[in-house]
């Protein structure tokens, strides 16, 4: 596809269930980052892969959330035995090189809106 | 650490008018800049960034925004609004320097509404 896919698209989930969000970064893309974004705010940082490798982990909320990138494309962000706190929109954005955007652009997907109830 | 702060949460204007976005940044470090618009139930989009050569930076859709260091503020303006600029614009901060070059830090967001 022509640019960053991410499914489901809505999610709801009740309290203590597991959750996966896939996200399909733009073929070839180096970088793989995943954001939080609770209603009202800004994208909060998650976790940076680089290829497969996962580089950056340190705004993963708890031990509750784990992603994973094994072959350096296709991404998954799981969340393990949801709490109400964990419903926001999760982003997820691919760059051609490394780094947070200053060396190529940040391209987003459209996002998933996890709701647990 | 970094940080940005984007003053007014909502800011309206009418159809042709300027539009000024406010950001001012914190960091120890050189920064480099970033502006994103959001549509609706969308991903962002990139507008224009600021990577250290010129300090004004022009930008899609007729944005630019100003690199000054000594107000530590890098506010997003275009001269005259178009109904299609309302969305939600948000300000972020990186930097090579600090071993954090994966962390883009957003600001809380500003949302422009665009009157007739």
């Known amino acids: 596809g022509a640019g960053v896919s991410q499914s489901p698209r809505y999610k709801v989930a009740k309290r203590g269930q597991d959750v996966a969000l896939r996200c399909d970064p733009i073929s070839g893309h180096v970088s793989l980052f995943w954001y939080q974004q609770a209603l009202g705010q800004g994208p909060e940082f998650l976790t940076y892969?680089?290829?497969?490798?996962?580089?950056?982990k340190s705004g993963l909320p708890s031990d509750r959330f784990f992603a994973e990138r094994p072959e350096g494309s296709v991404s998954t962000l799981k969340i393990q035995r949801t709490q109400q706190e964990d419903s926001a929109v999760y982003l997820c954005a691919s760059s051609l090189a490394g780094g947070a955007g200053y060396n190529s652009p940040l391209h987003f997907g459209n996002g998933t809106r996890l709701t647990v109830t | 650490a970094q940080s940005v702060t984007q003053l007014g949460s909502h800011v309206s204007v009418s159809e042709g008018a300027l539009v000024l976005l406010r950001c001012n940044y914190s960091?120890?470090?050189?920064?480099?800049l970033f502006w994103y618009v959001q549509y609706p139930n969308q991903g962002l989009q990139l507008l224009l960034k600021?990577?250290?050569?010129?300090?004004l930076v022009k930008g899609i859709n007729g944005f630019e925004a100003e690199f000054k260091k000594s107000e530590t503020s890098f506010h997003l303006t275009k001269p005259s609004a178009h109904m299609s600029d309302a969305a939600e614009y948000f300000c972020a901060v990186t930097s090579i320097n600090t071993g954090t070059a994966s962390k883009l830090t957003f600001g809380t967001g500003t949302r422009l509404q665009v009157t007739l």
């Open positions: 960091s120890s470090v050189p920064p480099y």
């Open positions: 600021y990577t250290s050569a010129a300090t």
């Open positions: 892969f680089q290829n497969e490798a996962q580089l950056d």
